[in-house]
């Protein structure tokens, strides 16, 4: 068990960067979480968001809604603590290809016709966290130095 929790806390960077990196996109990702999930920040929670995901073919909506939304919030959260840093980024990441492949691609690049650009700027800063790991000032440091 040491061994697997070493490995999901690990980090490549012992610099700043990651962490200028994973605190707003963290704080973003819990915040789109929170409107999925609670109706927060002008969201239409699980059932309105439900609904959506049932229209575009993800069903069933309250089920995908739910899943969404807790990787999101709880991912965006696990970014902020730099906690589980890699796992979180990859649940984000695969949450932002789907995001991306379901929603925006359609509609190009542009933010301004719904297209995807927000989606893979959160999708690229998700995977180079997924790398990196959390950098400095996180808990996964903590975590990991525990398990020696």
């Not at 996109?25 to 999930?37: C, P, R, S, T």
């Not at 002008?42 to 995908?64: C, D, K, Q």
């Not at 301004?112 to 996180?138: I, P």
């Amino acid at each position: 068990m040491k061994d697997l929790i070493k490995k999901l806390t690990c980090t490549e960077s012992s610099g700043w960067g990651p962490l200028a990196l994973r605190v707003p996109v963290g704080i973003i990702f819990a915040a789109h979480g929170a409107q999925k999930l609670f109706g927060w920040f002008g969201g239409y929670g699980l059932e309105g968001t439900g609904g959506f995901f049932e229209s575009i073919g993800l069903a069933p909506g309250v089920v995908m809604a739910a899943l969404a939304g807790a990787a999101e919030f709880f991912g965006g959260i696990a970014l902020v603590l730099g906690l589980l840093t890699r796992p979180a980024a990859a649940a984000l990441a695969v949450t932002m290809v789907v995001a991306i492949v379901t929603v925006h691609l359609d509609n190009g690049l542009f933010m301004s016709n719904n297209g995807y650009e927000f989606g893979l700027s959160l999708l690229a800063a998700s995977v180079a966290l997924m790398f990196t790991g959390a950098g400095k000032a996180g808990l996964d440091a903590w975590l990991n130095a525990k398990m020696k």
